[in-house]
């Protein structure tokens, strides 16, 4: 049975992804399968089980299977239900032979053996027993046996219904709270993902257990879109795929039955169809909810006393008291939002739908007569706009009073790195920085206070967030695309000259801080300066930080780092000096004028040092640096290895030879670790003091506090030339990229006058294990000297760039063009 059981799966999955293709309708593939299921699993049960355990045993579907929504690849649910738990040999060895049999014929089966009882009970942690058999259906065996199961369930169900509902919420809270509770992931999971398939399952779900039609909430259209999609991504992948990568994307669009064959196009209906299906479960889960409040509740419920003439707050949402009004009163949606903004409260669903119907109106209202300055500056000054904002959005109404939005509505630039919609990443630069009050996290507390320092001009930084990346999508530089829509809105609002500058300089500039901090030597005195020449004002520095901070924030929930926020703060602080004039007492590579009073061991170590040493390293930092010289003259090198602000940093000291910053940093990737930043400093006395600053992704360090000597020792004997890195880099992974589209082209670029004292070269490539060692190892070869290293990666793209000296001056155009060629080649795997 088996072999030709599974031939014909084949065959027929096979049929059914030609005809899909085609047509692109899912629910004749769905059933079709779960008929092709039924047979064999119903041939394997009458062979094994229903012979050897006889009457007191019934075969049930549950689940999506039971509701014969049995996608071309997804798990195959079964009961088996018994009237006693099967403990012996030989009834575990039949139901052994039952499930091989069906695993031979080419399914995955997922299945469990319960009593009655065990059904019909509330067990804690496997709640999803009690969902699926919301789904049962008799394959085969008892149907005594099965009717005493549905008559006990049904009275089951009556009593524990309020808490069922109330698990059930609980649930669907907790999975969206795991994608952030949003749809506008670039690469969803249409399963799981809020607006996705378990969405759907839920509102039919709560449906069930309420007695009413679930299934007739949501538009059969949005229902077809999505079983289309997730069916499309089970044949390409031909296993359970529920992720929509970039190159499914891509994949679907082009598919014979895409009315949208631009993938740009597609992800916006896809995010159109996701927005309907979450709106529709957050108004089930919220329904469901409202169940679980006693009257006693209702009536103590504090944020009731919220309530105006205009707006009723009942079970934490707002209403509005005289809905006709809208059509007469154009400033109550402005009020609204204000209301919102200012209690951090969403509107009922009744009242977005309200807000919904009215948008066209409202278009024509606002076209000529927008809402003026006053209103974005009373709107973004309260505790909770962006919350309000997010209200604003799935009515339509922010396009509306800022037409400019559109163009970035569902928006979908992909790069990797980010992880949202251009308009998600948006909403979510807002949060971040309404979120930094009131912070508790030693490292967020500077910028919490630099946001408290900027109350009287914060809104005009959170209104240039919402216009930062307005320019997207339309094939030009977006901060320059961005600056020519905003100067035109900022005119139809009537906002005045100063304000508009500063809004304009910050939409403008919103890049600079980010790109300094991966491509410049802030050590440098030049690059301070131009940075702060490019601020003009503390004031608009102050603002610039804390906009980079929220749109580093944004970009993906990882992407500010202990490292990289304490490298942005060290960059506004050092910018902030140079304005307000005290940088000069740091200038100049006399250590007495840095330090003070030095030890004579620190003075000989610090002669011929550059005055970026003195600039970027404190008094006790050279002497702990005098320490190691004194042991690398006696041991050839000697290692300090530290935890700081979430990244570790080792400094080893010893007499500076050819390679030796290229062997460090292949000794440090060789343990899986990465690199942030290096820097090499050369004394008179032929010592060199490295120090590389690198995460450790694995914990390895803090996991293992031996591999820490290991490091060390392997460190110096690395430095004294005692062990080949090329042997310890053999055996560290490579890491894949996600897909085809992952790939990034390699890019040296060469700048003479980025630095007084250095040129600088910035790479562009593939990240890989020891790329850093490479890139090093080919400076090295050219006879140059690398006096900073600055290292970034986004994804599996690594952005490295190199401050380079030839015997203490710059490179000329032919050695730059040499080295260029030289770290091409060196980006080559």
């Known amino acids: 049975m088996t072999t030709a059981a599974k031939q014909r799966c084949n065959e027929e999955l096979s049929a059914w992804s030609a005809r899909f293709l085609q047509g692109g309708q899912a629910e004749p593939a769905l059933k079709d399968r779960t008929r092709l299921v039924d047979e064999i699993v119903q041939e394997a049960f009458a062979r094994t089980l229903a012979q050897a355990w006889g009457d007191g045993v019934s075969l049930l579907a549950v689940g999506g299977y039971g509701r014969r929504e049995l996608f071309p690849y997804s798990d195959v649910d079964l009961l088996l239900l018994v009237r006693r738990t099967p403990d012996t040999a030989a009834s575990k060895a039949h139901l052994s032979e039952f499930l091989r049999m069906v695993w031979d014929s080419g399914l995955r089966v997922s299945h469990s053996v319960r009593t009655v009882e065990e059904c019909c009970a509330l067990h804690e942690g496997n709640f999803e027993l009690t969902v699926s058999l919301l789904d049962q259906r008799l394959l085969g065996g008892d149907h005594g046996l099965h009717e005493a199961l549905r008559e006990r369930f049904r009275k089951f169900l009556a009593v524990e219904r309020r808490e069922l509902l109330k698990r059930m919420c609980r649930m669907t809270r907790v999975r969206h709270g795991r994608f952030q509770e949003t749809i506008f992931r670039l690469e969803p999971d249409v399963k799981e993902a809020p607006g996705g398939m378990r969405d759907l399952q839920t509102i039919h779900w709560l449906g069930l257990l309420k007695e009413e039609d679930g299934d007739g909430a949501v538009d059969p259209r949005h229902r077809a879109f999505l079983g289309s999609v997730r069916c499309f991504l089970h044949f390409k992948a031909g296993r359970d795929q529920n992720l929509l990568s970039f190159e499914a994307q891509d994949e679907i669009a082009a598919a014979p039955f895409s009315p949208w064959h631009d993938p740009a196009h597609w992800m916006r209906a896809y995010y159109r169809n996701a927005s309907h299906i979450f709106k529709s479960v957050q108004s089930k889960v919220e329904a469901a909810e409202a169940l679980d409040r006693t009257l006693l509740a209702n009536f103590r419920d504090w944020r009731s006393r919220l309530s105006n003439s ?161 320019g997207k999508g339309s094939g030009r530089d977006h901060s320059e695309e961005a600056v020519r829509l905003a100067e035109k809105f900022l005119k139809r609002i009537g906002m005045g000259e100063l304000d ?150 080792v400094t080893l000291v010893a007499p500076d030879r ?172």
């Not at 040296?748 to 490539?765: F, M, Q």
Request: glycine residues 4%.
């Open 500 to 649: 508009s500058g500063r809004v304009l300089f910050l939409i403008e500039k919103h890049l600079s801080l980010s790109a300094a901090l991966q491509s410049k030597d802030l050590a440098d005195p030049s690059a301070t300066a131009a940075l702060a020449e490019e601020m003009m004002t503390v004031e608009q520095l102050r603002l610039l930080t804390l906009l980079t901070y929220a749109d580093i924030s944004a970009v993906n929930p990882s992407a500010m780092t202990p490292w990289r926020m304490e490298q942005l703060w060290s960059a506004y602080r050092v910018v902030y000096r140079q304005l307000t004039g005290s940088l000069t007492s740091a200038e100049g590579a006399d250590p007495h004028k840095a330090f003070g009073e030095v030890k004579p061991a620190t003075a000989e170590f610090l002669e011929g040092l550059p005055q970026r040493y003195m600039w970027t390293h404190t008094a006790a930092e050279a002497d702990t640096h005098a320490g190691l010289y004194d042991g690398a003259k006696e041991r050839g090198a000697e290692v300090r290895l530290e935890r700081r602000s979430g990244a570790w940093k």
């Open 310 to 470: 205009e707006f009723t707050v009942s079970r934490d949402m707002v209403f509005l008291r005289n809905p006709g009004e809208l059509e007469a009163d154009r400033e109550l949606p402005l009020r609204l939002f204000l209301f919102l903004a200012r209690h951090g409260l969403p509107p009922a669903r009744e009242t977005e739908q309200r807000l919904v119907d009215h948008v066209m109106t409202w278009s024509r209202l606002f076209r000529d007569k927008p809402p003026q300055g006053e209103f974005w500056r009373e709107f973004l000054n309260l505790p909770h706009a962006s919350r309000a904002l997010r209200a604003m959005r799935s009515t339509g109404f922010l396009a509306v009073i800022l037409p400019e939005w559109e163009r970035i509505d569902h928006l979908v630039v992909r790069d990797f790195y980010h992880q949202y919609t251009v308009d998600e990443h948006t909403n979510v630069t807002l949060e971040i920085l309404e979120g930094l009050k009131g912070t508790k996290e030693a490292a967020e507390k500077p910028f919490a206070e630099l946001l408290e320092e900027s109350l009287e001009d914060g809104w005009l930084m959170k209104l240039a967030l919402l216009m930062h990346d307005i």
């Open 658 to 829: 050819p390679f030796l910053l290229a062997s460090i940093a292949g000794t440090i990737s060789s343990f899986g670790l990465n690199i942030l930043k290096a820097e090499a400093f050369a004394n008179r006395h032929g010592f060199v003091a490295d120090s590389f600053a690198f995460t450790d992704p694995n914990r390895s360090l803090d996991l293992n506090p031996p591999e820490q000597e290991r490091l060390r020792d392997l460190l110096k004997r690395v430095a004294v030339g005692q062990l080949r890195v090329e042997d310890l880099l053999k055996h560290r992974p490579v890491k894949p990229p996600p897909s085809r589209l992952g790939a990034v082209e390699a890019t040296v670029s060469v700048d003479s006058e980025a630095s007084t004292l250095a040129t600088v070269l910035e790479v562009v490539a593939q990240d890989r294990p020891g790329l850093l060692y490479h890139l090093a190892s080919a400076i090295s070869r050219a006879n140059c000297n690398i006096e900073v290293v600055l290292v970034d990666t986004e994804a599996h793209k690594a952005l490295d760039v190199f401050h380079v000296t030839q015997d203490g001056r710059k490179l000329s155009e032919e050695e730059a063009e040499k080295l260029r060629l030289a770290l091409l080649a060196a980006c080559r795997p």
